[in-house]
């Protein structure tokens, strides 16, 4: 390093100190004297302090010559210091992150020599310099480095500047949906699928070994078990449930039994999905301004990141956000192959494919879709040349095979380190355990169990597994309730009431307006028309299958479909929003409201979030499962029993958290054990469907508590009622059916009853 850049590294460590400073003072003195429990948001506000300060301290000192050499021109002064600010902010997070995770590496590694003793100062010393070492040279080379605007034409420098414009505000809603999820997340308690999500995802990271949940694809699992890696965790291997493969009973085990922090885990596990929900925020923002414009693709980010689903599960690790970039990264980049036709666009589409396949099966659809998009394209492009036809499809269509094939390849080549060391006894067991023991499988049982036998063949065996489970799950169905209505399989209409039930009403009224205008609109060129056609063809493929599937438990199957709804609103309302007259911006501005008030208002309930049109009837007389209860609540009901000094109470709960781990004085309940009388929880989801169930098995159900008012609702999803003995002399339970089998309550549960 030379003299002037040592002495500029002297000067930024310097400033660092000084903002290590700034940092302190401004948590501790809002945790003293103005939110004394506001923790995580006294360290969100002390860190903006300390990055604004030490962009102030190093832009007039460390780095002074390049940034007033920046800064010359004055038309371009205030763009290129936001510029700079949005580069340093970048370069800090990041940094932050490095110290982080290097702390946590080098505190593991030094905890297992002979120098254990110093593992806390050791790790803060290696964390510090690996931060200070990545924010010095970023900053220096990247950070207040120019790109030339000043040789540009007046014309391009005002079209960057106003594009810089409306990415600063992109990047702020995307900072609003982070807060939003981030803050929602911190309040709730473990989802169901999380059970399984969760180890499985740090069993592929830290052992390569992928018995856990086989079901579900590894991408989003494994990205979410990267934190944990680096984190001192009693592993999944001491107890007897991994030789097992049971995936429920290692992840009750993991977050609950080994004496690890629950809310560590699902902590650090959560902060992946909600980068993931936010790429995705990225992706359709570039999408959409490239499509329609950069006022029109702010809007479409606008809907976005005020989707409550999103807002919901942004911040689970489960597959459902993860399908959705998936789902929407695939087919930008195959669009941009049909319209570019070039083999960069071509490998980049199959390796997208191959991602997409990675985070959900459901994608599996694309197989289908790509074909149909293929066919449509080639059928506008040869309109007036009709005898074309066949060749210009045939064209597409062979390169869809070599997009297919590449995304298989990627598929197997991801697998093979995530597989790695799941041995094939384990291999054959799991395959036992999960696929059907039918004879009519036998062929496909034993082709799986071979190519489970070798390490480089048995990541593609797990991927056939997985679309193997998918199809035997969606063929069985699963218990479904919407408005009163139960089934054991499906509803043929669930879908489209419950999505009527959940979305925003003013995405309902835009989604409507959108249809009539476009109806009546002749489009322009033919580029409007395979825009259109571009959005119609996979929501209409996705929704037809999932409509007619028989796994009617969320609305959160269809939020692949969103982002291709979204854009549909911004083509058919970007005369309104581009226009300059004030009637149309008062509407735009109406319809922003319309959407964020409400949306604003339900936080942290994004789960439970139903529309306008619901107001005033019980949401869980609506639907149950994951569009209501999925189990977010529990850590909730435990505040309200530990506020109100509740010594004694009964819980029957729906989710992913352990009871006693948060409510220590709690007896777990189940409906088969009949009415009963003092405090009692129970989950919405199971509150429904006992009644359904009890009614097939002949045990008692809840509907007894339909005499009863909830004494209050926690979070929406579990209802707490107050039963005295004299109620229930009053008012004696009757079943609606006759009893025929008696839940006994364990021996270890009859305390204090």
Excluded: C
């Amino acid at each position: 390093m030379k003299k002037d850049g040592l002495i500029q590294f002297v000067k930024f460590a310097i400033v660092g100190v000084a903002n290590t400073l700034v940092d302190w003072l401004v948590y501790y003195g809002l945790i003293i004297y103005i939110i004394p429990d506001g923790r995580s948001t006294a360290k969100a506000i002390s860190f903006l302090f300390a990055v604004t300060n030490s962009f102030i301290l190093n832009s007039i000192w460390t780095f002074r010559k390049q940034f007033l050499e920046g800064i010359e021109d004055k038309s371009l002064r205030s763009y290129r210091i936001m510029n700079y600010f949005v580069r340093f902010f970048i370069v800090s997070v990041v940094g932050f992150a490095i110290n982080f995770f290097a702390f946590q590496a080098a505190f593991s590694f030094i905890s297992g020599s002979e120098f254990s003793g110093l593992s806390d100062i050791g790790g803060l010393i290696f964390a510090s310099a690996a931060a200070l070492v990545w924010n010095f040279f970023i900053n220096k080379f990247w950070t207040y480095k120019t790109s030339g605007e000043e040789k540009m034409s007046k014309e391009d420098r005002e079209k960057k500047v106003t594009s810089f414009k409306y990415n600063l505000f992109a990047a702020g809603l995307l900072i609003a949906m982070f807060f939003l999820s981030y803050f929602s997340m911190k309040g709730d308690s473990g989802i169901v699928d999380e059970i399984a999500h969760i180890p499985a995802g740090y069993s592929y990271v830290k052992y390569q070994d992928y018995r856990l949940n086989p079901e579900h694809p590894p991408l989003a699992k494994y990205i979410a078990g990267v934190p944990l890696a680096f984190t001192n965790l009693n592993g999944l291997k001491d107890d007897s449930s991994w030789n097992d493969a049971g995936q429920w009973n290692s992840g009750w085990y993991f977050l609950y039994r080994a004496g690890n922090n629950a809310d560590h885990i699902l902590f650090w596990s959560r902060i992946p999905m909600i980068l993931l929900a936010l790429f995705l925020g990225v992706l359709l923002y570039k999408w959409a301004v490239e499509e329609l414009g950069h006022k029109v693709g702010l809007f479409v980010l606008f809907l976005y990141t005020f989707t409550p689903e999103f807002l919901a599960h942004s911040h689970y690790v489960t597959t459902d956000v993860a399908a959705a970039l998936g789902f929407t990264l695939a087919i930008y980049l195959f669009n941009k192959y049909l319209k570019q036709k070039t083999l960069k666009y071509l490998i980049l589409a199959g390796v997208a494919f191959g991602i997409a396949q990675l985070l959900k099966f459901s994608v599996f659809l694309l197989f289908g879709i790509f074909p149909l998009m293929a066919l449509v394209k080639s059928y506008l492009e040869t309109r007036d040349e009709k005898q074309k036809f066949w060749s210009v499809f045939g064209s597409y269509f062979k390169n869809f095979i070599y997009i297919s094939l590449i995304s298989i390849a990627v598929v197997w080549i991801v697998y093979i380190p995530m597989v790695w060391n799941t041995s094939p006894e384990i291999e054959k067991m799991v395959i036992e355990k999960n696929l059907t023991m039918d004879p009519k499988f036998e062929l496909l049982r034993n082709f799986l169990t071979a190519l489970g036998g070798n390490p480089i063949t048995r990541g593609i065996g797990h991927y056939l597994l997985g679309v193997a489970l998918v199809f035997a799950r969606v063929a069985g169905g699963n218990y479904t309730f919407i408005l009163g209505n139960f089934s054991d399989k499906a509803i043929s209409w669930f879908f489209p009431v419950a999505i009527i039930l959940k979305t925003p009403a003013a995405i309902i009224f835009l989604t409507i307006f959108s249809l009539i205008y476009v109806f009546v609109r002749k489009l322009k060129n033919e580029s409007e028309k395979w825009f259109l056609w571009l959005l119609a063809i996979p929501v209409a493929v996705y929704w037809a299958i999932t409509v007619r599937g028989s796994l009617n438990i969320g609305t959160r199957h269809l939020m692949p479909t969103l982002p291709f709804l979204y854009l549909f609103i911004g083509f058919a309302l970007k005369d309104v929003i581009e226009s300059k007259k004030l009637a149309a911006n008062l509407a735009v501005v109406a319809i922003v409201l319309s959407l964020a008030i409400p949306v604003v208002a339900a936080y942290p309930k994004y789960i439970s979030y139903f529309n306008e049109f619901t107001y005033g009837y019980p949401k869980y007389k609506m639907l149950v499962d994951s569009s209501l209860d999925w189990g977010q609540d529990l850590k909730r009901l435990a505040a309200y029993v530990e506020e109100n000094e509740i010594k004694d109470i009964k819980v029957d709960y729906f989710g992913g958290g352990l009871v006693k781990y948060y409510i220590p004085q709690a007896t777990e309940w189940r409906s088969g054990y009949g009415p009963t009388s003092g405090w009692l929880a129970v989950s919405a989801t199971f509150y429904q469907m006992s009644k359904y169930q009890s009614k097939q098995e002949g045990k008692w159900s809840y509907d007894w508590l339909e005499d009863y008012q909830p004494y209050t609702i926690i979070g929406d999803s579990i209802l707490l009622f107050n039963i005295s003995e004299a109620d229930l002399a009053e008012n004696p339970p009757e079943s609606p059916y006759p009893i025929t089998k008696y839940d006994t309550m364990p021996i270890n549960q009859r305390i204090n009853l």
